[in-house]
């Protein structure tokens, strides 16, 4: 079981799109309170958990707030957040996701999730994929967020499989670092520019196929 080759899967960005969701929310907020907010900022929000996804915008903005403001405000943007969730289903799954995580469990890989996101479960729930990895672990589970590697080495203990043996698909820069970090091979899902640091990377999921990854074992 240990030399299995184990998949571990980021959610926002890679199985759906939820990464517009949060630009729209922490953009709507950040302009609230006076802080420009662009496509740039929000590329170094990506899998970066949501309280220092707040310290960043206002460190950005100069601004400092009380704790408890801090807290409403991220409470708010979260509320908003999950406004936009909670209208998802199945049809926005990313395309090519689906096929690629029944073939490998056709194939009886371990799979789990590794994501930043609170949200994860409620998420899961609302595109049907509620049942289909082994191994959940979510930012109610970690306490060092991505680019620390605790998220994917906490899912590879629990898929009962060593490090070397996983694939991490990630849409973020601080993802792909923590799949580093933690001894794994990292897949980029965006842009080969941004995400330079990826072992390999894929604009999508049909970029690729399960062919590749046993090209890539036999090289090894
Ligand atoms: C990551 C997203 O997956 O989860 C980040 O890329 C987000 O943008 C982080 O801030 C935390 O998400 P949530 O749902 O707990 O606010
Ligand atoms: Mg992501």
Redesign the pocket.
């Known amino acids: 079981m240990k030399n299995q080759t184990a998949f571990i899967f980021?959610?926002?960005?890679v199985i759906v799109d939820t990464?517009k969701f949060?630009f729209l929310a922490w953009q709507k907020l950040a302009n609230k309170i006076g802080i420009d907010f662009s496509e740039k900022e929000n590329e170094q929000?990506?899998?970066?958990?949501?309280i220092k996804?707040l310290e960043k915008i206002l460190s950005w903005g100069k601004k400092s707030l009380s704790d408890e403001e801090f807290q409403r405000l991220m409470d708010e943007k979260?509320q908003d957040?999950l406004n936009h969730v909670h209208q998802m289903t199945k049809a926005d799954i990313l395309p090519g996701v689906e096929d690629f995580l029944e073939e490998l469990k056709s194939k009886n890989h371990p799979i789990a999730l590794g994501?930043?996101?609170?949200?994860?479960k409620t998420i899961l729930k609302c595109v049907g994929l509620s049942n289909t990895f082994e191994a959940i672990i979510d930012?109610n589970k970690v306490t060092k967020a991505k680019p620390d590697p605790e998220v994917f080495l906490k899912a590879a203990r629990l898929l009962n499989t060593e490090p070397q043996n996983c694939f991490v698909f990630e849409d973020?820069i601080a993802g792909i670092k923590a799949a580093n970090a933690g001894g794994m091979t990292s897949i980029g899902i965006g842009n080969k520019d941004t995400l330079h640091e990826a072992a390999f990377c894929f604009n999508n999921f049909n970029e690729f196929d399960y062919q590749f990854f046993k090209t890539i074992k036999t090289q090894a």
């Open positions: 980021d959610l926002d960005g990464a949060h929000l990506k899998g970066v958990s949501r996804s979260n957040y994501s930043a996101s609170k949200n994860a930012g973020s």
